[in-house]
């Protein structure tokens, strides 16, 4: 492979199948045109219309001018999966990485499972086209998902860097890596394209995207809208929402100005949790929820509001939804300023306004201690409207703006690179209860209005700083060093408009705390290299060292400011410490022809890492969340560091130009390295294996192409997953197939062009089992969510 051949500022290679998805769909090019053809595919995807036939060859590529593994997902792989998929739910094909959900396209957040390395998805760092998404916290404050800042449809790759991101990534949380998606561009001809896809569960998901094509100046443009529904399959709720995406290009001698645009405005009514207890064999597969049916909602309660007894813990509420509308946008300008020399600038803005709701039973967990607060000695039931429920909401704003700045120049042998990201992010988050009329009964598609009780309301103003300086040096043409450090700065500061009477948070609590926490880490490290031993074989290593600032919330999670007194968040501030995690990797990719019976090629990557994760934040509390609303009083500690030794190992065998075979097998082995005192007794976790992450993952796809129809089987298999951290209690491994097969419609008239369906089916052999292991906050107990059933999708789609 001639790297000459390639443009400087970004090699690809077809290395990959080892960082490929499960795509490698038909054969082979030589060897020394592999690199060649992905940059060609890539370039031809971006003009074609949309929903162009895929390249004979996947479109796969490597980031192989990174001293670390990282590969980018193009589009028409992420579509094969499903069309309209969260770009995150693509990347379970990939080696290291376990993605679980309730449902096929990966959009519901609240019960969304994400490890990359054993690290979990709050762990990692995400943006879009360079604008930061936060820490994908289901509870938002800092940011929004990759799904909500993008239609998918309009997604051109996303990237995994699995060991360390990009020194210049905007994210605060980048312990484990980094996923960063980029927006397709306007296309330079007029077009108009169409997708329906339709199927299991009443789903219906059209997307409309109309592009000027060049309309003089250098400028291209393009509008597109997305209408989403399906209804979830083990109750009567209606998933969806609408979307809207907007960009324009500007291109000139300057430079290039891009502007973009994005609104997303959902409703997801929520999958109930199934509660687990050692010993009781008898908790249900799912717990779904007893709307539209308020009749029966109304005959599951006693007179006074109680649940079965037999249900306990698993009782059914009567709904659960999540609601969040966003406005995003950006302006980008990417300057040239001389042949050396370029500047890049960037701006954007991000408003949420969310509500997770609940409509819930009164008489549970803790729920009658709560509320006798507020109404000492009163007919409970008769202040909630006499039907038993209350409604509980969660109410998010966020308000962030910032700035991103990258200076490159070019000295000989030398590529430097010097950054800054500033960000103001104003959030708030605001606890309130509703009655549930006997006579009105409200819906999950309703925004509660008239609260009977705000229970806290806290304001968040946080400020973030991170500087990068980095070099490039080429050593020779096979060799490059590459060095930097990064500097990350957060200034926040809490307080609570509404504090809660005493006993409504924790018992013998009087108010939430308030106050500000600086954290300054000036020096996080980085070094790496890579060698090209061949033109076909490429070694790689790298060292980071990465933090992750402490969560800013108000009322809830891992954060200082949820904390159940003053004292305890004064302690907190002066002893505590960030996160940190300290990455090395080195592994080897290349890709080489063959003339071994039928197999005509390989590509692979294998990837050996080994992490220490030191200052493991942990929200202690003595009273379990499953048992009570309510809750103990919290501790959020430093409870000690974990040691990962992990070994990814990726290929794809081609057979011709027709078929090939993609495997990924990867093995995590995370220990914790301490014990921790509970306040009751200490919690023997030392030695243990960190839960929820499986440590064996092997994922395959056989792809094959006969006359012009792609056909994919996707396999996955997920290991053992530990449901506590002492583990003593488990999830079974599961393996889940799922189908793809697409084709050309056999439609001709001049105005129509390049027509297309495919077919998706997911969980293919209907399997059981757990998707999510929510590692339990109690003593031999853990919660999980159930893997959807079969599903199947038919999608067409058109040029105009």
Not at 135 to 151: C, E, F, M, T, W
Not at 624 to 640: C, M, T
Not at 687 to 700: I, L
């Amino acid at each position: 492979m001639n790297k000459k051949l390639l443009p400087a500022s970004r090699r690809t290679s077809s290395l990959a199948a080892a960082t490929v998805c499960a795509a490698a769909l038909a054969g082979p090019a030589p060897a020394q045109t592999v690199a060649a053809a992905a940059v060609a595919s890539a370039a031809a995807e971006m003009a074609a219309p949309a929903g162009a036939a895929a390249a004979p060859i996947a479109v796969v590529e490597i980031q192989s001018r990174k001293t670390r593994s990282s590969v980018a997902l193009s589009k028409s792989e992420i579509e094969k999966i499903l069309p309209g998929t969260n770009p995150l739910k693509a990347l379970q094909t990939l080696p290291g990485v376990s993605f679980q959900t309730a449902d096929p396209w990966g959009n519901n957040e609240q019960n969304l499972s994400l490890f990359v390395h054993g690290f979990s998805g709050q762990q990692l760092g995400y943006t879009m086209d360079g604008v930061p998404l936060g820490d994908q916290q289901y509870g938002n404050y800092n940011g929004l998902s990759p799904q909500r800042a993008v239609i998918s449809e309009n997604v051109r790759s996303v990237v995994l860097s699995s060991g360390a991101g990009d020194l210049a990534t905007a994210s605060t949380s980048n312990l484990g890596g980094t996923i960063e998606t980029f927006s397709s561009e306007p296309l330079a001809r007029r077009n108009v394209n169409l997708q329906q896809t339709v199927g299991s569960h009443a789903t219906s998901r059209t997307f409309v995207r109309v592009d000027t094509g060049d309309f003089g100046d250098g400028n291209t443009a393009y509008l597109s809208a997305l209408h989403h529904k399906a209804r979830a399959w083990d109750f009567d709720g209606k998933q969806g929402g609408d979307q809207v995406n907007a960009k324009l290009v500007n291109k000139s001698a300057a430079g290039k100005l891009t502007l973009f645009f994005n609104y997303s405005d959902k409703i997801e009514p929520n999958e109930d949790s199934t509660v687990r207890v050692a010993g009781d064999s008898n908790a249900p597969y799912t717990r779904p929820f007893l709307y539209p049916n308020f009749d029966a909602a109304l005959q599951y309660l006693s007179p006074t509001g109680a649940t079965p007894a037999a249900d306990g813990s698993n009782y059914r509420n009567y709904y659960s939804d999540a609601q969040r509308t966003d406005y995003l946008g950006y302006a980008k300008f990417d300057a040239t300023l001389s042949d050396t020399l370029s500047w890049s600038n960037q701006i954007y803005y991000h408003h949420d306004d969310g509500v997770g709701v609940v409509a819930g039973p009164i008489g549970v967990a803790g729920l009658p201690a709560l509320f006798g607060v507020y109404y000492p000695k009163q007919n409970l039931k008769q202040v909630f409207g006499n039907s038993g429920y209350a409604v509980r909401t969660t109410e998010y704003e966020i308000r962030r703006g910032g700035l991103l700045s990258t200076l490159r120049k070019e000295l000989g042998a030398h590529q430097i690179e010097l950054g800054v990201w500033l960000e103001r992010n104003r959030s708030s988050a605001y606890r309130r209860w509703y009655a549930l009329d006997v006579k009105q009964p409200s819906s999950p598609y309703d925004r509660p209005a008239h609260p009977l009780i705000t229970q806290y309301g806290s304001e968040i103003d946080n400020k973030v700083v991170q500087l990068h300086l980095q070099d490039e040096w080429k050593i020779s043409p096979e060799l490059a060093l590459q060095a930097g450090f990064k500097s990350s700065l957060q200034f926040a500061e809490g307080r609570f408009p509404v504090q809660p009477a005493k006993g409504a948070i924790a018992n013998g609590s009087t108010a939430l705390p308030v106050g500000e926490i600086i954290t300054k880490k000036w020096f996080l490290p980085q070094v790496g290299a890579r060698w090209d031993v061949t033109p076909q074989d490429q070694v790689y290593l790298n060292i980071q060292k990465n933090l992750r600032q402490f969560v800013t919330y108000g009322g809830g999670g891992a954060s200082p400011w949820s904390l159940a007194s003053q004292a305890a968040f004064d302690l907190f501030k002066a002893e505590a410490k960030p996160e940190t995690s300290l990455t090395y990797e080195i592994g080897v990719r290349g890709n080489h022809r063959l003339d071994f019976g039928p197999v005509t090629a390989i590509d692979g990557q294998i990837n050996l890492y080994h992490v220490d994760f030191s200052n493991r934040l942990l929200q202690i509390s003595p009273t379990p969340v499953i048992l009570s609303i309510i809750g103990g009083n919290p501790v959020l500690a430093n409870v000690g560091s974990v040691r990962t030794d992990g070994i990814d190992i990726a290929g794809t065998l081609h057979f011709g130009r027709r078929f090939s075979f993609y495997n990924a097998l990867s093995y995590n082995r995370s220990l914790y390295s301490d014990n921790y005192n509970n306040g009751a007794a200490v919690v023997k976790t030392a030695g243990k294996t960190v839960p929820g992450a499986p440590a064996w993952m092997n994922k395959f796809a056989a792809s094959a192409n006969f006359s012009g129809v792609e056909v994919q089987l996707i396999g996955d298999y997920v290991g053992k997953r530990y449901a506590t951290y002492t583990n003593d209690l488990s999830e079974p491994a599961y393996f889940l197939m799922s189908l793809g097969i697409s084709g050309q419609l056999p439609l001709a008239a001049g105005w129509l062009k390049n027509p297309r369906w495919r077919v998706n089916v997911s969980n293919l052999a209907n399997r059981r089992g757990t998707s999510n292991v929510v590692v339990g906050a109690a003593e031999k107990t853990y919660n999980t969510f159930p893997i959807a059933p079969r599903q199947g999708f038919l999608t067409v789609t058109a040029d105009f």
